[in-house]
């Protein structure tokens, strides 16, 4: 995956905020603006975080695990869709913009894991990789930067991961389980509306 520098990691996260400014206070969509830099259309997956500042508390996340649309297209919809869509949340109001910070995860596309169940462990990485785990129309998703922040070995983030799917902990052992895995370029506010950094987990 070719990386991204940071003026331009700057750039989704500013996009990031503005588009739910945009969305929250005037009630419209925000355009692509025009000084997107070409590599921003290329097509890569992506996902949106807000957290509460200074108590960095989850407020919603979502995004596109697939490279289905331009990176610039899917950072917007992303944005739209983590400040008013996370069914565990209810949408964002203007008042909020102030005690939030944005994220923008940049992904490479999913690997599946081919191994069997019990070597799964052996193949992932806990702050390198994140994951996916498939059962038949179940999907659970977790960011690389999720299990370092809650301190997981690799059993437990497939654990997790399966968790989200909505199914049983310990279905990464299943064979009709499939696991895919992918790595992440992080970007996100120090506070709000402050400086951007690239994180390193």
Do not use: H
Not at 116 to 145: H, N, T, W
Not at 169 to 181: A, E, F, G, L, Q
């Amino acid at each position: 995956m070719k990386l991204l520098d940071i003026e331009k990691g700057t750039f989704l996260v500013k996009v990031a905020r503005l588009t739910v400014e945009t969305l929250l206070t005037k009630g419209i969509k925000l355009p692509v603006p025009e000084n997107t830099p070409e590599e921003l259309f290329e097509k890569r997956g992506v996902f949106v975080t807000i957290k509460t500042y200074p108590y960095n508390q989850l407020r919603g996340c979502i995004g596109f695990p697939e490279p289905v649309m331009p990176l610039i297209e899917a950072t917007i919809d992303a944005a739209i869709s983590a400040a008013t869509r996370d069914p565990r949340f209810p949408p964002m109001t203007p008042e909020e913009l102030d005690n939030v910070t944005f994220e923008v995860t940049v992904l490479t596309p999913p690997e599946l894991i081919e191994a069997p169940p019990e070597k799964l462990p052996e193949m992932i990485k806990v702050g390198r990789d994140g994951l996916i785990v498939r059962c038949g129309f179940a999907s659970g998703l977790l960011l690389p930067q999720v299990p370092v922040e809650w301190g997981w070995d690799e059993k437990e983030f497939l654990s997790q991961t399966c968790i989200k799917a909505g199914m049983p902990p310990d279905c990464w052992k299943s064979p009709y389980c499939k696991v895919y895995r992918f790595q992440g370029q992080i970007f996100k506010e120090i506070e709000p509306y402050g400086e951007i950094v690239e994180e390193n987990i």
